[in-house]
């Protein structure tokens, strides 16, 4: 298999609620993409600034009387969620919106993983989009590897 992307990816809060697109190139003639995915931390240590998170997300949502239904203890503990999509030559290929912070994605041409469509790998630039949903840790770092396997070779 022949690394075509593999890179540690650093988000903060001003990343929250963005979608951030990683460009990449798929050569001719392979026949398999793996996507490997992870990051961390996946829960905040400071059970006192997902309280405070969790009331200003009431407050913006739910402005005056409207929030007054809302326990923020109820919404802990608070999660940073990070989601994939893929897109190759041609347009969407698939997404990855999961909870888990650490997952392994196959794209062939007679199956994928679930999300992804099967299909062949046409060689051209391919676009991953990092899907910031929440981000409720000071800082996040993700590892993102993609490696792609030629006809011939065999599978992992």
């Known amino acids: 298999m022949d690394k075509v992307f593999d890179r540690t990816l650093?988000?903060?809060?001003?990343?929250n609620k963005k979608n951030i697109p990683i460009p990449f190139f798929v050569p001719e003639g392979v026949q398999a993409l793996r996507i490997c995915?992870?990051?961390?931390?996946?829960?905040?240590?400071d059970r006192e600034e997902q309280l405070r998170l969790a009331?200003?997300?009431?407050?913006?949502?739910?402005?005056?009387h409207w929030g007054d239904?809302?326990?923020?203890?109820?919404?802990?503990?608070?999660?940073?969620?990070?989601t994939l999509s893929l897109d190759d030559p041609f347009g969407y290929r698939g997404a990855a919106h999961r909870q888990d912070?650490?997952?392994?994605?196959?794209?062939r041409e007679d199956s994928a993983s679930p999300g992804f469509l099967p299909g062949k790998l046409p060689e051209g630039s391919y676009r991953l989009t990092v899907s910031v949903h929440a981000l409720v840790t000071e800082t996040?770092?993700?590892?993102?590897l993609v490696e792609a396997m030629k006809r011939?070779?065999?599978?992992?």
Do not use: M
């Open 37 to 45: 995915f992870s990051y961390s931390p996946k829960l905040p240590d």
């Open 55 to 64: 009331e200003e997300n009431i407050r913006r949502d739910a402005p005056g």
């Open 10 to 15: 650093s988000f903060t809060r001003e990343d």
């Open 152 to 156: 011939g070779e065999d599978d992992v």
């Open 101 to 107: 912070p650490e997952q392994e994605h196959w794209i």
């Open 140 to 144: 996040c770092e993700a590892q993102l």
């Open 69 to 82: 239904e809302y326990e923020a203890q109820s919404y802990l503990p608070l999660k940073n969620l990070l």
